[in-house]
T-cell receptor
Framework: GDSVTQMEGPVTLSEEAFLTINCTYT??????LFWYVQYPGEGLQLLLK?????DKGSNKGFEATYRKETTSFHLEKGSVQVSDSAVYFC???????????????FGQGTILTVHP | DAGITQSPRHKVTETGTPVTLRCHQT?????MYWYRQDPGHGLRLIHY???????DKGEVSDGYSVSRSKTEDFLLTLESATSSQTSVYFC?????????????FGNGTRLTVT
């Protein structure tokens, strides 16, 4: 079945450091890929998405490129801030554009802590 | 923010008791979902709905049932709660069932089964 694997956390960085959170996936067909972020005590919010190979999603300084050849969707940010401290989830929906009922498959989440 | 309200926000209950969690949306979206969040597992789909009275099972549906009698409400019921159902439960909605349509999440219900 479909699955998403994220790098083990937690990740602890100093402010202005470079961030990479690795995400790889296994899926049949051509899934859509997403990064969601969860701030303490809140639900998940969509951070960015990509729906086909080589697409780059970006938002709030975060970027991720859909790499079909390596089945990856790594999240990057050039300079993190304390306010980026949160849990980050990589997720997929199979068969982009098809009727998958929008069912997301999530990775296990990566806790990011940024210190001043 | 998408208009999603989950109730209650916190609940403590005893093993063997029935529990119902409510998700209410004001967006008139067709698709609704219940997920549970557990450390090391991310979020896992329990049940979902693709219309009024149209529901189906997700990955971890055992011990749970759902109902959707109105577009705006999606109820999750634990018929007889067990300690393994201690978790944070999230409701989500989507405007379409297409793979590129993002889900919008509520703020969650923290359920503790003692």
């Amino acid at each position: 079945g479909d699955s998403v694997t994220q790098m083990e956390g937690p990740v602890t960085l100093s402010e202005e450091a470079f961030l990479t959170i690795n995400c790889t996936y296994t899926a049949t067909g051509y899934p859509s890929l997403f990064w969601y972020v969860q701030y303490p005590g809140e639900g998940l919010q969509l951070l960015l998405k990509a729906t086909k190979a080589d697409d780059k999603g970006s938002n709030k300084g975060f970027e991720a490129t859909y790499r079909k050849e390596t089945t990856s969707f790594h999240l990057e940010k050039g300079s993190v801030q304390v306010s980026d401290s949160a849990v980050y989830f990589c997720a997929l929906v199979p068969n982009a554009g098809g009727t998958s009922y929008g069912k997301l498959t999530f990775g296990q989440g990566t806790i990011l802590t940024v210190h001043p | 923010d998408a208009g999603i309200t989950q109730s209650p926000r916190h609940k403590v209950t005893e093993t063997g008791t029935p529990v119902t969690l409510r998700c209410h949306q004001t967006e008139n979206h067709r698709y609704m979902y219940w997920y549970r969040q557990d450390p090391g597992h991310g979020l896992r789909l329990i049940h979902y709905s693709y219309g009024v009275k149209d529901t189906d099972k997700g990955e971890v549906s055992d011990g749970y049932s759902v109902s959707r009698s109105k577009t705006e409400d999606f109820l999750l019921t634990l018929e007889s709660a067990t300690s393994s159902q201690t978790s944070v439960y999230f409701c989500a909605i989507s405007e379409s069932g297409r793979g590129n349509s993002p889900l919008h999440f509520g703020n969650g219900t923290r359920l503790t089964v003692t």
